[in-house]
């Protein structure tokens, strides 16, 4: 898959061939699934059980990093169980938690779905751990609660909300990346002539038609610099915040000019992907972490699909909105034996075999910005991995005369901007927005689901 978008951080950054998993609530509907023995090894003097998402490249990523963890603590066995995503799933985690009943180790998100299952009550601190302090700040500050405490640790990387799309399809139609949402409207129309959807939309998993509009907040912050913390405060609302209200009216605009696929309203999250990746459809609002289930649904299309940010009112603020990664968090009904074992595995997904494993999980490996310090890229991976500059670079090479004094720009922001230490976080707590730096590529970054 290729990436549209700048980023960067201290350590190298390569081009995100598919993001981890999809991100816990964030994920595909389905009944709840365990397994009832260990991802391997013989059973452990202690038991403890983990719960996550249950989209494939989520079941591989827990499934790996349990087998790595169990492999490394041989005294200790872990059960793996899935919940499905959207609100069936904030409403089983809810439901445990309050019966006493949740796993000992759980992934869920960050920012105000966190605040809303009350971790002052239900979850255990984490902020005397040792390895708090390796962690990312974008994440600690999405993972605290309102005593300031922080209550989880590292699962997955950063993740960017944008458009994916369909490259041959762009190719064909010698159409530009549109940097407004005028030009986005004039390719979809270009595409609804040429006989596929321009648009992909997926309702029969509801979390998936969220991303016009949680997408759009980098656009929102960029004309409202304040939006965010008044929101907080009761001061401005998304209907009188014309800005605000934009991702809204984006969602009508491409229904009541038909540019959307006939099954929008029963198709789910893989059909949408399977959709795009086969060219059925050219454009479909998305998370950068969907790509790490392109080759199971569409096999050897990943490379027919890019990504770029969800185009605004003005090309001149063109950028993307990105989430801190998920969380692994420790209900406080938790004692004794299981409170250490669950506290040594979220320690576990803290270091570089952790974060190997999550990796090793996904299809293929998540080469993203790990959210811990603790953890970097292997020399290998980055090898493997295409030059995002590059790729930047003959994109630019492509657009018509017309532009070609923007292509110069964005290709000289491909070796000098960043996303990384200078990513500013609103009071909005799961979205933040993208800001630049000395130096960077334009890429996406996987991590954590959306709220």
Known sequence: MRFRKKAGRSAPLVALAAASMLFAAGCQAGSLGSSEEGAGGEAGAVTITFLGGVIDTEVASAKAAIEAFQ?????????HDTRPGGSEGDNLVKTRLATGEMAEVFVYNNGSLLQAIKPEQNLIPMDDQPWASTLDKIFVDATKAADGKLYGGPWGTVQGGAMLYHIPTYEKLGLEIPQTWDEFMKNNEAIKKDGIAPVIQSYGETWTSQLFVLGD????????PD????????????????????????????REAGYLNKDFASA???????????????????????????????????KDVGFFPIPGSDGASFGMTVWPGNGLYIPKTVEGEQ?????????FMATQPGCDAYAKGTHPPAHSSPLTASCRLTSARLRRTPSPTSSLARQARRWSSSRRSRARRLSRSASRSVLGRR??????????RMSRSRRSNWVCLAGSDVP
Not at 423 to 432: C, G, I, K, S, V
């Open 217 to 224: 907040y980098h656009n929102v912050e960029a004309q409202v």
């Open 339 to 347: 409170l250490d074992a669950a506290k040594k595995f979220v320690e």
């Open 423 to 432: 990513l500013r976080r609103r009071a909005l707590p799961f979205m933040t």
């Open 227 to 254: 939006f965010a913390a008044k929101y907080t405060a009761g001061e401005s609302k998304y209907a009188n915040t014309p800005a605000a209200l934009a991702g809204f009216q984006h969602i009508q605009q491409v």
């Open 71 to 79: 492999a490394a603590n041989p005294n200790i066995t872990v059960k």
């Open 268 to 302: 789910e999250l893989n059909d949408g992907i399977k959709a795009l990746a086969e060219g059925k459809g050219a454009h479909y609002p998305q998370l950068g972490g969907v790509s790490a289930n392109i080759e199971n649904v569409a096999p050897g299309k990943s």
